[in-house]
């Protein structure tokens, strides 16, 4: 049974850098249909994909996001993580971690998710 | 960036009763790279639907999805207790993958 979980600080200060982790058990994060990925969802509002991540390092961000964000891999604790600079109080929400089933250059649906950690930045 | 719109916002209904909801994108998604989502309040979101009609293991058959180009619909047959929630589309056949707004199943 895969599970996810994510990991990191719930309190952030503007304007840090937010660092989350995912860990995955129940296969390995080296499986060659899936990427990794990372979603938010602000308080109220809806689901907004960051960005996803191939076992290999080869990476996809959402544009909006792209130029503070980094997502990367680690295949020897089988984990993966994602980064957030320069945060605002904008970037308060439940971050998501899943899997996703690749159909190309990190585009896909989302078979499987972490249950969510909350994240607010504040002074 | 493909712009996906669910309609209604907000749909009221009874148990028993037949949902159907909707997702219109701004472009074409072909080959159906269209999926739905559950989600309960204070729970992650459950993949229901993807390739646009092909539900995901373990979904009840009571959970289908339609659609082609432009135009892509979520119905839920018979309406149980446990299915009032919100529910999301996403497109996959752009990058970036986008989510709708979400339509809130309410009783």
């Known amino acids: 049974q895969l599970q996810l979980q994510e990991s990191g600080p719930g309190l952030v200060k503007p304007p840090e850098t937010l660092s989350l982790t995912c860990t995955v058990s129940?296969?390995?994060?080296?499986?060659?249909?899936?990427?990794w990925g990372w979603i938010r969802q602000p308080p109220g509002k809806g689901l907004e994909w960051i960005g996803s991540?191939?076992?290999?390092?080869?990476?996809n961000y959402n544009p909006s996001l792209k130029s503070r964000v980094t997502v990367f891999v680690d295949t020897s604790k089988n984990q993966f993580s994602l980064k957030v600079n320069s945060v605002t109080a904008a970037d308060t929400a439940v971050y998501y971690c899943?899997?996703?089933?690749?159909w190309g250059s990190g585009r896909g649906f989302f078979e499987y998710w972490g249950q969510g950690a909350l994240v607010t930045v504040s002074s | 960036e493909i712009v996906l719109t669910q309609s209604p916002g907000t749909l009221s209904l009874s148990p028993g009763e037949r949902a159907t909801l909707s997702c219109r994108a701004s472009?074409?998604?072909?080959?159906?790279?269209l999926a739905w989502y559950q989600q309960k309040p204070g729970q992650a979101p459950r993949l229901l639907i993807y390739?646009?009609?092909i539900r995901a293991t373990g979904i009840p058959v009571r959970f289908s999805g339609s659609g082609s180009g432009t135009d892509f619909t979520l119905t839920i047959s018979r309406l149980e207790p446990e299915d009032f929630a919100v529910y999301y589309c996403?497109?996959?056949?752009?990058?970036?993958?986008?989510f709708g707004q979400g339509t809130k199943l309410e009783i």
């Open positions: 390739g646009a009609s």
């Open positions: 996403q497109q996959y056949l752009t990058s970036p993958n986008s």
């Open positions: 472009q074409s998604v072909s080959s159906g790279f």
């Open positions: 129940g296969d390995s994060i080296s499986g060659s249909s899936y990427y």
């Open positions: 991540v191939y076992y290999s390092g080869s990476t």
């Open positions: 899943a899997r996703l089933r690749n």
